[in-house]
Every structure is written in structure tokens, then in C-alpha cells.
């Protein structure tokens, strides 16, 4: 089979045999019948003596969990330089709070970006 990558021809060749492949005796077939229900974010399956349920996409709610603690708190950073600013235009004063460290206002102030998915 002849494919054309980045301009470039690349020949492939596949080998047919008229054998079953090799199959390592952990991974096995069984006997029966399964029921699999696949949901928009778990997967179950169903046997006759175990049922699994597994998440879809673990990491990226870990990311999202993380993405929105850190949106929260800009938010409470805005608010607070918000209230400051007003307060200081109606001749109040600044309050003394000290606000986020430097450090911490360099992870706040990342925008939020978009979950990255791995395609496989």
C-alpha cells in the first residue's frame, strides 16, 4: 500500500496468515454473555457474577475540579481590587488588605484554557 505523507511516498505491507494469532493466556477469551451500557461519563459492564462501573475521562474532571478553584479565586481577586477602587474614588481610603502573594497571582492570572483530550 503506497500512502503520501509531508510530500514524501511511504510504502507499507501487510502479512496475512491463514492462523489465529497468538494470544497470551492472560488475556484469554471467557464464555458468556455481558451487557455494556455506555453512558456520556460512565461505562458499565454487566456479567453473570461481577458488574464494573468505570469512569470516563478520570483526569480531565481532576482538571476541571482544579480549573474551577482557580477561577473562583481570580474572582475573589477582582472583587476585592473592585471594592478597593471603589473606595478609593468615594474618598474612603484603602482598606489594608494585603491580597494574593506574588507568587500565588501568577497561577491566578493564567487564562482558562481548555481541557487537553488524548486521542487513542
Do not use: W
Not at 503520501?4 to 488475556?27: D, H, R, S, T, W
Not at 455481558?34 to 461519563?41: E, V
Not at 481532576?62 to 477561577?71: D, G, I, T, V, Y
Amino acid at each position: 500500500m503506497r500512502c503520501k505523507v509531508n510530500g514524501y511516498n511511504k510504502f507499507y505491507a501487510q502479512l496475512i496468515c491463514e492462523v489465529m494469532p497468538y494470544q497470551k493466556p492472560k488475556n484469554a477469551l471467557g464464555r458468556g454473555v455481558i451487557g455494556i451500557d455506555a453512558g456520556s461519563s460512565i461505562i458499565a459492564r454487566v456479567g453473570r457474577k461481577k458488574m464494573h462501573l468505570d469512569r470516563l475521562c478520570k483526569e480531565l474532571t481532576e482538571e476541571e475540579a482544579e480549573k474551577h478553584r482557580l477561577q473562583r479565586k481570580l474572582n475573589r481577586s477582582h472583587r476585592t481590587n473592585r471594592e478597593r477602587a471603589e473606595a478609593t474614588e468615594e474618598g474612603q481610603g484603602v482598606p489594608q488588605d494585603p491580597g494574593p502573594s506574588c507568587r500565588n497571582m501568577a497561577q491566578i492570572e493564567r487564562p482558562p484554557q481548555e481541557p487537553h483530550r488524548q486521542d487513542g
